[in-house]
Protein backbone atom coordinates (compact mmCIF):
# COMPACT_ATOMS: atom_id res chain seq x y z
CA UNK A 1 0.00 0.00 0.00
CA UNK A 2 2.78 2.28 0.33
CA UNK A 3 4.28 2.56 -3.25
CA UNK A 4 0.80 2.52 -4.03
CA UNK A 5 0.10 5.59 -2.36
CA UNK A 6 4.07 7.05 -3.13
CA UNK A 7 2.34 6.04 -6.82
CA UNK A 8 -1.01 8.38 -6.25
CA UNK A 9 1.17 11.81 -4.56
CA UNK A 10 3.82 11.53 -7.10
CA UNK A 11 1.54 11.26 -9.98
CA UNK A 12 -0.85 14.54 -8.29
CA UNK A 13 2.02 16.42 -7.07
CA UNK A 14 3.34 15.84 -11.19
CA UNK A 15 0.46 17.65 -12.22
CA UNK A 16 0.12 20.63 -9.31
CA UNK A 17 2.97 23.43 -10.22
CA UNK A 18 -0.22 25.59 -11.60
CA UNK A 19 -1.74 25.25 -8.11
CA UNK A 20 0.82 25.12 -5.14
CA UNK A 21 4.03 26.46 -6.90
CA UNK A 22 3.60 28.19 -10.07
CA UNK A 23 6.31 30.87 -9.07
CA UNK A 24 8.73 28.26 -8.13
CA UNK A 25 7.55 26.15 -11.48
CA UNK A 26 8.99 29.88 -13.54
CA UNK A 27 12.18 30.01 -11.82
CA UNK A 28 13.11 26.35 -12.40
CA UNK A 29 12.23 26.77 -15.91
CA UNK A 30 13.93 30.03 -16.34
CA UNK A 31 17.26 27.90 -14.79
CA UNK A 32 16.99 25.18 -16.40
CA UNK A 33 14.80 25.85 -19.76
CA UNK A 34 11.03 24.52 -20.35
CA UNK A 35 12.39 21.44 -21.85
CA UNK A 36 14.60 20.06 -18.62
CA UNK A 37 11.48 21.12 -16.38
CA UNK A 38 8.72 19.06 -18.82
CA UNK A 39 11.11 15.68 -18.72
CA UNK A 40 11.85 16.46 -14.80
CA UNK A 41 7.94 16.60 -14.17
CA UNK A 42 7.03 13.42 -17.19
CA UNK A 43 9.35 11.18 -15.49
CA UNK A 44 7.57 12.32 -12.00
CA UNK A 45 4.16 11.81 -13.67
CA UNK A 46 5.51 8.15 -15.14
CA UNK A 47 6.74 6.77 -12.40
CA UNK A 48 3.63 7.67 -10.35
CA UNK A 49 1.75 6.56 -12.92
CA UNK A 50 3.95 2.99 -12.94
CA UNK A 51 3.69 2.69 -9.10
CA UNK A 52 -0.48 3.28 -9.16
CA UNK A 53 -0.83 0.70 -12.05
CA UNK A 54 1.64 -2.10 -10.89
CA UNK A 55 0.29 -1.82 -6.93
CA UNK A 56 -3.51 -1.08 -7.45
CA UNK A 57 -4.23 -4.99 -7.19
CA UNK A 58 -2.04 -5.42 -4.57
CA UNK A 59 -3.83 -2.70 -2.89
CA UNK A 60 -7.04 -3.49 -4.14
CA UNK A 61 -6.71 -6.84 -2.48
CA UNK A 62 -5.64 -5.78 1.15
CA UNK A 63 -8.64 -2.93 1.06
CA UNK A 64 -11.73 -2.70 3.13
CA UNK A 65 -14.86 -1.96 2.35
CA UNK A 66 -16.44 1.24 2.75
CA UNK A 67 -19.62 1.34 0.88
CA UNK A 68 -20.96 -1.48 -1.41
CA UNK A 69 -21.36 -1.54 -5.06
CA UNK A 70 -24.66 -0.84 -6.14
CA UNK A 71 -26.26 -2.02 -9.64
CA UNK A 72 -27.48 1.88 -9.89
CA UNK A 73 -24.39 3.47 -8.85
CA UNK A 74 -22.89 1.30 -11.89
CA UNK A 75 -25.21 2.43 -14.52
CA UNK A 76 -25.23 6.19 -13.30
CA UNK A 77 -21.73 5.97 -13.28
CA UNK A 78 -21.40 4.57 -16.83
CA UNK A 79 -23.04 7.45 -17.73
CA UNK A 80 -20.99 10.11 -16.07
CA UNK A 81 -18.33 8.51 -17.74
CA UNK A 82 -19.89 10.21 -21.00
CA UNK A 83 -19.66 13.59 -20.13
CA UNK A 84 -16.02 12.66 -18.26
CA UNK A 85 -14.88 11.57 -21.75
CA UNK A 86 -17.11 14.16 -24.02
CA UNK A 87 -14.98 17.01 -21.78
CA UNK A 88 -11.84 15.63 -21.66
CA UNK A 89 -11.89 15.11 -25.58
CA UNK A 90 -13.23 18.63 -25.96
CA UNK A 91 -10.28 20.14 -24.60
CA UNK A 92 -8.03 18.82 -27.70
CA UNK A 93 -10.60 20.03 -30.44
CA UNK A 94 -10.36 23.85 -30.93
CA UNK A 95 -13.31 26.13 -30.82
CA UNK A 96 -15.93 23.42 -30.24
CA UNK A 97 -18.62 25.06 -27.94
CA UNK A 98 -17.58 23.07 -24.15
CA UNK A 99 -14.15 24.63 -24.29
CA UNK A 100 -15.16 27.85 -25.39
CA UNK A 101 -18.26 27.98 -22.69
CA UNK A 102 -16.52 25.66 -20.10
CA UNK A 103 -12.91 27.11 -20.15
CA UNK A 104 -11.56 24.15 -18.57
CA UNK A 105 -13.14 20.72 -20.03
CA UNK A 106 -10.05 18.64 -19.50
CA UNK A 107 -10.35 19.50 -15.46
CA UNK A 108 -14.12 19.24 -15.60
CA UNK A 109 -14.02 15.83 -17.25
CA UNK A 110 -11.40 14.49 -14.45
CA UNK A 111 -14.00 15.54 -12.00
CA UNK A 112 -16.76 13.43 -13.69
CA UNK A 113 -14.37 10.37 -14.20
CA UNK A 114 -13.11 10.55 -10.47
CA UNK A 115 -16.98 11.18 -9.09
CA UNK A 116 -18.02 8.36 -11.37
CA UNK A 117 -15.19 5.61 -9.81
CA UNK A 118 -16.02 6.85 -6.10
CA UNK A 119 -19.63 6.19 -6.90
CA UNK A 120 -19.20 2.36 -7.54
CA UNK A 121 -15.86 1.88 -6.35
CA UNK A 122 -16.31 1.62 -2.37
CA UNK A 123 -13.17 0.30 -1.10
CA UNK A 124 -10.50 2.12 0.35
CA UNK A 125 -7.90 2.15 -2.26
CA UNK A 126 -9.98 3.00 -5.29
CA UNK A 127 -11.11 5.72 -2.64
CA UNK A 128 -7.45 7.09 -2.04
CA UNK A 129 -7.03 7.39 -5.52
CA UNK A 130 -10.21 8.52 -7.11
CA UNK A 131 -10.97 10.58 -4.11
CA UNK A 132 -6.95 12.37 -4.61
CA UNK A 133 -8.11 12.87 -7.95
CA UNK A 134 -11.48 14.86 -7.29
CA UNK A 135 -9.56 17.14 -4.79
CA UNK A 136 -6.90 17.63 -7.20
CA UNK A 137 -9.63 18.26 -10.12
CA UNK A 138 -11.11 20.60 -7.53
CA UNK A 139 -7.99 22.35 -6.40
CA UNK A 140 -7.01 22.76 -10.37
CA UNK A 141 -10.36 23.71 -11.50
CA UNK A 142 -10.29 26.66 -8.71
CA UNK A 143 -6.88 27.99 -9.92
CA UNK A 144 -7.56 27.78 -13.90
CA UNK A 145 -10.53 29.57 -13.04
CA UNK A 146 -8.79 32.46 -11.08
CA UNK A 147 -6.12 32.32 -13.76
CA UNK A 148 -8.86 33.33 -16.58
CA UNK A 149 -10.78 35.33 -14.46
CA UNK A 150 -7.40 37.66 -13.59
CA UNK A 151 -6.47 37.33 -17.13
CA UNK A 152 -6.28 40.65 -19.49
CA UNK A 153 -7.07 38.57 -22.27
CA UNK A 154 -10.53 37.84 -22.68
CA UNK A 155 -11.23 37.40 -26.38
CA UNK A 156 -14.78 35.68 -27.37
CA UNK A 157 -13.48 32.69 -29.84
CA UNK A 158 -16.39 32.00 -31.97
CA UNK A 159 -17.78 28.71 -31.85
CA UNK A 160 -17.67 25.54 -35.10
CA UNK A 161 -20.38 23.48 -34.91
CA UNK A 162 -18.22 21.11 -36.91
CA UNK A 163 -16.00 21.25 -34.18
CA UNK A 164 -18.48 20.59 -31.72
CA UNK A 165 -19.97 17.94 -33.09
CA UNK A 166 -16.94 16.44 -33.57
CA UNK A 167 -16.24 16.59 -29.61
CA UNK A 168 -19.25 15.15 -29.14
CA UNK A 169 -18.46 11.87 -31.81
CA UNK A 170 -15.44 11.23 -30.46
CA UNK A 171 -16.61 11.23 -26.55
CA UNK A 172 -19.24 8.86 -27.62
CA UNK A 173 -17.42 6.46 -29.84
CA UNK A 174 -14.60 6.62 -27.34
CA UNK A 175 -17.38 5.80 -24.34
CA UNK A 176 -19.39 3.11 -26.50
CA UNK A 177 -15.78 1.56 -27.04
CA UNK A 178 -15.09 1.57 -23.38
CA UNK A 179 -18.46 0.08 -22.11
CA UNK A 180 -18.09 -3.02 -25.03
CA UNK A 181 -14.22 -3.85 -24.37
CA UNK A 182 -11.97 -0.85 -23.55
CA UNK A 183 -12.33 -0.94 -19.73
CA UNK A 184 -11.75 -4.53 -19.68
CA UNK A 185 -8.74 -4.78 -22.03
CA UNK A 186 -6.92 -1.37 -20.59
CA UNK A 187 -7.91 -1.73 -16.79
CA UNK A 188 -9.36 -5.90 -16.74
CA UNK A 189 -12.61 -5.13 -15.71
CA UNK A 190 -15.42 -5.45 -17.70
CA UNK A 191 -18.22 -3.11 -17.47
CA UNK A 192 -21.21 -5.30 -19.19
CA UNK A 193 -22.72 -7.84 -16.98
CA UNK A 194 -23.37 -11.08 -18.90
Not at 6 to 34: E, V
Request: glycine share 6%; proline share 2%; hydrophobic share 55%.
Amino acid sequence: MTLYLTGIFLFLASHSANIFFCAKKAQLIMRFGAVVWKIFISSIAILGLLLIINNYAIAKENSILLWPQSIYGTYFAIVLNFFALWFVISAYIPRNILKIKLKHPMVLGIKLWALAHLITNGDLSSVLLFGSALFWAVLSFKKARLKTNLSKDQKTAKHSLNASFSAFFLGLMVWLYMIRVGHKDLIGIGLLYS
